[in-house]
């Protein structure tokens, strides 16, 4: 049950995460679905986007993590490398994700790396 959890709000964060590589319109479009879609899911607040993938995909994923941990949510699916590894699996998998720069796909990865340690 808190895999299924964890995939639904992880696969409902990533068009929120990867905004920062879409244009100004697709940012305001992307960005009112994803928080919704967020909101719906009660996981608390998300940190607004900046633009910049790197710092977005890191903020995001660390509020993510530390939101799964203030619910109590444990368990070798909720550890932040496996959390890390499902968004960067859910991105790659994209119908996007072939578009996207390489620049774009190195600063989102490194986000998740940044993320996941909480570094940003």
């Not at 719906?40 to 900046?50: F, K």
């Not at 578009?99 to 340690?117: C, L, N, P, W, Y």
Request: glycine share 10%; hydrophobic share 35%.
């Amino acid at each position: 049950m808190k895999r299924t959890l964890i995939a639904a709000v992880a696969a409902a964060a990533v068009p929120f995460l990867l905004v920062g590589c879409s244009s100004d319109t697709e940012e305001k479009t992307s960005d009112s679905a994803a928080a919704s879609t967020v909101e719906e899911l009660a996981i608390g607040e998300s940190p607004q986007p900046t633009g910049d993938i790197y710092h977005d995909t890191c903020n995001g994923i660390r509020e993510y993590i530390k939101t799964l941990k203030d619910a109590g949510i444990t368990g070798e699916g909720s550890t932040p490398e496996a959390i890390g590894t499902e968004f960067a699996n859910l991105a790659k998998a994209a119908p996007d994700w072939a578009t996207k720069s390489e620049q774009d796909q190195k600063d989102f990865q490194r986000g998740v790396d940044a993320g996941i340690k909480g570094e940003c």
